[in-house]
């Protein structure tokens, strides 16, 4: 990274003196400045506060304008928390990290895990999302996390170094496939995170979300069918105090083999696929201003 771009070093050096920031403050009051700074982003970020209304009045007709807008108001003040706590939590070790942890649900994991066949984990930009890796790593034997390196090489290893600090693994989301499918041949966990629209050249498929029509990837699907590794959904939420509620739902599997021959390899992916989002969209309903409603989800596939 000699030859690296000065906006580059420069981004990282204002990363570093942030980072520097926020670890000189005690972690709840780390969160407090976190928040404030979503607030700041709420006002800063008129067309994100657009798309995000736009978004919650397809999901929430039923809600009032004021109700949309108080929304995206507490989700700005979330979202400065959950990109600022990786930063603020770094100083904690694994026995500190747990200490701050309540950890609901890990019989799914572990359930899941028994049959052999390796394990995908499945969240959303929900909550404290980094965080909710952290105790599969901690407990499960460590997990690869699927995700897109940032631009910015000097930042992608400061975020591969939070990442994988209790164990986990960071696999590049291009071309992840291979690495997946040997995670799983090994009896591992796969994380991958699927709330977000698949962009078009990507082997997608349509399924309801907040009864709209989303263009989902079906990678997961597709996956699962071929391995039959269950995929168990993963959420975490702050909590008072700067603590962490992390809550694994039960298992998602395919069909077994004999209901499998009887329908469409394409019809078990789309059923598949919706499972995956009608779980994701349980756990937005009950804390919709958890979620990351900054991007345009429902924005309509291309006509052919």
């Not at 009051?29 to 979503?38: D, F, I, K």
């Not at 700041?40 to 657009?50: D, Q």
């Not at 007709?61 to 700005?76: A, L, W, Y």
């Not at 460590?142 to 930042?155: A, E, K, T, W, Y």
Request: aromatic share 8%.
């Amino acid at each position: 990274m000699k030859n690296a771009p000065i906006r580059h070093r420069l981004e990282y050096a204002a990363f570093m003196g942030f980072r520097g920031l926020l670890r000189s403050l005690p972690h709840a009051a780390a969160w407090r400045v976190a928040e404030s700074l979503g607030t700041i982003g709420h006002f800063a970020l008129p067309s994100r506060r657009k798309i995000a209304l736009e978004n919650l009045r397809l999901a929430f007709p039923q809600d009032s304008e004021q109700q949309h807008r108080e929304t995206v108001r507490k989700m700005f003040r979330h979202l400065g928390l959950a990109f600022c706590d990786p930063l603020s939590a770094e100083r904690f070790d694994a026995v500190e990290f747990c200490h701050r942890l309540t950890l609901e649900g890990w019989r799914h994991f572990q359930e899941a895990q028994a049959l052999g066949k390796g394990v995908f984990v499945m969240s959303a930009h929900l909550g404290c999302w980094e965080a909710a890796a952290q105790p599969i790593g901690l407990y499960g034997g460590s997990m690869d996390v699927v995700g897109r390196p940032m631009d910015n090489p000097f930042l992608d290893r400061a975020l591969t170094r939070l990442r994988t600090r209790f164990g986990n693994r960071v696999l590049d989301k291009r071309g992840a496939a291979r690495g997946m499918m040997k995670a799983l041949r090994k009896g591992g966990a796969v994380g991958i995170l699927i709330d977000q629209r698949s962009p078009d050249h990507q082997d997608a498929v349509e399924v309801p979300f907040f009864g709209q029509p989303s263009r989902t990837s079906s990678v997961l699907a597709r996956l699962s069918l071929r391995t039959g590794a269950p995929v168990v959904p993963i959420f975490g939420y702050p909590e008072p105090g700067g603590r962490y509620r992390v809550v694994l739902r039960p298992a998602i599997g395919p069909q077994a083999k004999k209901a499998q021959s009887e329908v469409s390899l394409d019809d078990q992916i789309l059923d598949l696929t919706g499972r995956y989002m009608e779980c994701v969209e349980k756990e937005i309903r009950d804390r919709p201003e958890l979620w990351m409603w900054l991007h345009r989800r429902w924005r309509s596939a291309p006509k052919k």
